[in-house]
């Protein structure tokens, strides 16, 4: 029926939630940005609702709409900028804002009387990220100016780790305790704020003392490791399998050139398959490409085109037109990880799974 698919089992994100919950034992927002980095956003959303995360987290305005378009009537918390004029929308969907500058709370406040609503705000704030968030020493006057402006609440403050996935704590050390002085400021003046949290997977997994009330993993709720320094353990699932079906296989003569500019010349006579995955699928155009095919692991021959690539197959005389072939997931006993492909391309698990591109259709098994 496909070209080529996204096949994600949900199964596995609800599995992956729950040890989640169980390990941490606080609040799970479940981070479904970038189309739940490249899984899908709804399906994968409402899997994780199931399994009993509380609120979602994105990133734009833009995937909050497809959430709720979608129907998803939970909590969702907005990590990034939230444009102003998409801000009426935002606070009439009941999302929770991230702010870390007053005008943003004061234009807030103004779109919260407009729509009758209260607006849910939380401060980020940057203990070293170098990312968004008001820096440490201008948050307390932050906290008041929520307090003291109408129509808007404190709901949250967090920040988040540069470093939580290295075996060296030292940079965590230090965010952790600029945090424990922010969260100090609060305490000192009785100041309730209802979820406190920082940790991505990588802390959720290994710093008990940053789980606050809420966590905030993403990575690992689709079952890949935030790094090899911080691996996922064995419990946790994989839920993106990536296959493709062959569309053409022939003999080639000897010194025949394979794919644009012909980087690749056939040695002898040889078997190639044509597969329909391209550069345009987020199949990146590097050498040192595999694949899977009747459950042996071949090379993939020439450049990567826009919609297609080679195979040399010369190990699977029996491999035919409409065959299966995996490149990510399993299949007999073999298997290419996620975390394969990211070696070869030179980048993380993350950036392969986000760059399937968006012509792959995704199924739900
Ligand atoms: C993306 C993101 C996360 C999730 O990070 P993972 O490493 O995928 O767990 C958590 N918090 C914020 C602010 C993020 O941007």
Redo the contacts with the bound molecule.
Sequence with gaps: MYTTVVEVDLNAIKSNVKEILKHTNVGV?A?V?ANA?GHGAVPVAKAAVEAGASML?V?RVEEVAELRKGGLTCPIFL?GRTPPKRLDEMIQQEVSLTVWNAEQIEQAAAAARRVGKIGLLQI?VDTGMGR?GVRPQDFYPLVEKVINTQNVELEGV?T?FAR??EIDTLSVDHQQACFKDILATLNARNIEVPFIHA????A?LCRPDAYYNLV??????YGMS?SKECPLPGNYKPALTWKAVLSQVKMLPPGHGISYGHIYTTSREERIGVLPLGYADGFRRVEGNQALINGKKVNVVGRVCMDMCMLQLDDVPNAAEGDEVVVIGSQADQRIAVEDIADVWGTVN?EVVCGIGARVPRIYV
């Design positions: 927002v981070v940005k980095y987290a990133a990590f980020k968004l967090f988040h939580a996935d940790s991505n997977s990588a959720s905030r993993p993403g990575i690992a709720i935030p993350y």
